[in-house]
């Protein structure tokens, strides 16, 4: 098992926010870091999906970064909620 250190930044407005790799969501802290674990080792080459969704005003935006070891496997930098909505999500596939 990988263990990935996830880190979140959530901009101004954004109302709340949810994430899972592979299906499992991370243990997060109050300052926007957490923890999951994965199928595969850090750097075998590994498929694996992350899902994200969050709420807020139009504009707001969220950032993520999924690392392994220290390195990074994954960067959402700016997702944005569109105007006129008030939610977005996406999904990344990344490799270990």
Do not use: K, N
Not at 14 to 37: I, K, Q
């Amino acid at each position: 098992m990988a263990s990935l250190q996830v880190e979140v930044r959530p901009g101004a407005r954004v109302y709340g926010y949810s994430l899972f790799v592979d299906g499992v969501p991370p243990a997060m802290d109050a300052d926007h870091r957490g923890e999951v674990s994965c199928a595969g080792r850090c750097g075998d080459g590994s498929r694996h999906s992350l899902l994200y969704s969050f709420t807020g005003a139009a504009g707001a935006t969220l950032g993520i970064v999924l690392r392994c070891r220290g390195r990074e496997v994954c960067r959402i930098a700016a997702a944005r909620i569109p105007e006129g909505a008030a939610r977005y999500a996406g999904r990344r596939v990344f490799d270990l």
